[in-house]
């Protein structure tokens, strides 16, 4: 037998106390519980010992110490322990499986100050439930693939149910940079890679309290499998909690535009710079780095080219210095949007005034009615021939729809867009229709220049080039021009028109330059590999800011200029009819084209442009069918204002 030694003299000592302050703590403490509900106190005579544990289930010790000041701290800290650990009755009591049920005392909490309408307590506890809800839907709270009689993680788990702090509170910044290491219990190979990014750089080492942790990015009660698509766009806009302004660029891309409307296939904000192991720009290691970020495209574009590496995902228009290109594409197209509108829609404000004004004070201008003389041979104009009515009615809802699948895209935060998208049949889909119309646009556009080179082409020597069948503006269309805003503020009568008046000439030349910005950088975007094999990545920005404005320009012109002059000024309210029949009446003529008229008639031509009345079958489907288009493109109209109007804030 070996002989005592001094050092195991004194562990037997120690030991020796230890076993009767505890023998004594448990007899006062039963004492004192005799006949009187337990409190915090009689439970810390035992529990509130330094180094007080259990032995665990994998025969390490457990812990069952509880910091009597931190626990004060908490927001249970006013809780008897024997509330939330029912199953103990006295004390000392005997060694059991304590199990609490968080979810069953937070909603009996909650349901009793509902009860007893305790407003602020119920507000606090309305919180708590919301978040138990969102928990019993997430994948913690479902059955572990290894033990199903055990979920994957309780309350417990993430929360230590002693020191859970309020919000702003000083002591909750040591809890929060304890998350990773407490999500790393179970997740250890996550937690590894982010020790090494520059989030957990920030939180391990230099404690900062501000860095992403683990439910920054993945939530914090609701958190769902990666994989998930409301689990990337989930996690999409929580980088945006921190990283703002990156957030607000990425979604004027096409990129965030499909994220904003819910959908996942496209590249989110860690496709690009990594989950776990994001690194600074700047760093080699980072995969948006400029020598590894070609690579980082072709993930998703397996044939990307050099130019994809100089696209600016997070370029913005307010920033010279930074994105020259994008900044002065920007303030192009907004100076031609508010100088078209400006000058449009107050020739539009000044014209509705005069003619309603005009018609209150029964001026010589009669209101047109558009059914004509129905009985009477002959008594109609044909102004329009059958191709070019065609082509009026393929380009209006062609442009309808595109304005529906771009807009859907370009306004993605609208509230409507994600109803839009869906109905569509997601992006991918609403894409497609974008482009199968945008080719019918452009197949009208071209087919009218093949047309008009076919029929001017052999007289081009003869043909007055500025004369009255000429859609070329003249000086003449400046002269009605400044006539017109004469009438307008009633300086002189009303001009008369030859047969294409100067907003008409207007109608006719701006899709020449609305399909050549339009298409040209529609097909860019569309045919990008090609694009960046030979032009730098900023163009699909510029490309990008040209193709949305110039819509919107499209859009905005079209529903509410051209459907003043040609349906809702009050000589032609509520629709003019002629575009789909052709005719229109002869008294309506000459009064709308009287210069036409007046030669027609001195050179004993009108006969021959005189027709009778459209059938009465064609006349209900030519009102139809002007009223469904004039609906759906009020429709849009609102669609393109609240949505820019969106784009505002």
Known sequence: MKPLTLRAFASWITAGFALVAIALAAWTIDARSQGAALTNDDC???HGMEGFSVEGDNGKPRSLHVIKEKFDQSVHGKRLCVECHKNITEVPHEKTDVR?????CHQSLWSRAQADGKTAENARL???????????????????MEDQSRTNATCYSCHDAHYVYPPGSEIRTEWRLAIPNTCGKCHTGELEQYATSVHGKEVLNERNPVAAICSDCHTTHDIEQTGQPTTRVAITRNCGNCHTDSLESYMQTYHGQVASLGFAYTAKCFDCHGSHT??????PASQVHADNRLQTCRKCHEDATAGYVTFQPHATTDDFERYPHTFLASKFMIGLLGGTFAFFWTHTLLWFYREYRDRQQRKTRPHV?????????????RRWPAMWRLAHLLFAVSLMILTLTGMTALYSNSPWAPWVANALGGPQVAANVHRIFAVVFVAVFVGHLVYMVLHLGPKWRTFKWFGPD????????LIDIYNMFRWFFGIAPRPVFDRFTYW????Y????????????????LWAKTFTASYLPGWVFNVATIAHGEEAVLAAGFLFTVHFFNNHFRPDKFPLDIVMFTGAMPLEEFRKEHTVEYDRLVKTGQLEKYLVDAPSQPMTLGSKILGFTLILCGLILLVMVATGFAGSLH
């Open 100 to 104: 609490v049920g968080c979810v069953q």
């Open 504 to 507: 008409e000439k207007f109608d």
């Open 126 to 144: 309305g919180v708590v439930v919301e978040q138990i809800e969102r928990y019993l839907r997430s994948i913690h709270a479902r059955p572990s």
């Open 470 to 477: 000429s859609l070329i503006p003249s000086w003449q269309d």
């Open 369 to 381: 009615v558009t059914e004509g003389l129905v009985d009477e041979k002959k008594s109609y104009f």
């Open 509 to 524: 030349w701006a899709p020449f330059w609305g399909v050549t910005i339009i298409g040209v950088s529609g097909l860019m």
């Open 278 to 283: 994001i690194q600074r720009v700047s760093d």
């Open 44 to 46: 810390l005579g035992c």
